[in-house]
C-alpha cells in the first residue's frame, strides 16, 4: 500500500512539474515574441529617423 501512495505522488509530482515547465515555456516565448517586436519597430523607427534627416536639408 504503501508503495502504490509513493507511486502515485510520484507521478502527480511529475505531471505538476510538466505543468510548470510548459507554462515556462509559454512565458519565454510570449516574451521572446515581445522583444522580437520591439526590436522590429526600433528598427523602423530609426530608418524613419534617418530618413528624415536626410530628406530635412533638402527641405530648407
Same mark, same amino acid.
Given at each position: 500500500?504503501?508503495?502504490?501512495? /509513493?507511486?502515485?505522488? %510520484?507521478?502527480?509530482?511529475?505531471?505538476?512539474?510538466?505543468?510548470? =515547465?510548459?507554462? #515556462? +515555456?509559454?512565458?519565454?516565448?510570449?516574451?521572446? /515574441?515581445?522583444?522580437? %517586436?520591439?526590436?522590429?519597430?526600433?528598427?523602423?523607427?530609426?530608418? =524613419?529617423?534617418? #530618413? +528624415?534627416?536626410?530628406?530635412?536639408?533638402?527641405? /530648407?
Amino acid at each position: 500500500m504503501l508503495s502504490i501512495s /509513493k507511486t502515485r505522488a %510520484k507521478d502527480r509530482f511529475a505531471a505538476i512539474e510538466k505543468s510548470q =515547465k510548459k507554462a #515556462l +515555456d509559454e512565458g519565454e516565448e510570449k516574451a521572446m /515574441k515581445v522583444s522580437e %517586436k520591439t526590436s522590429r519597430l526600433k528598427a523602423i523607427r530609426l530608418a =524613419k529617423e534617418t #530618413l +528624415d534627416k536626410e530628406q530635412s536639408p533638402l527641405k /530648407k
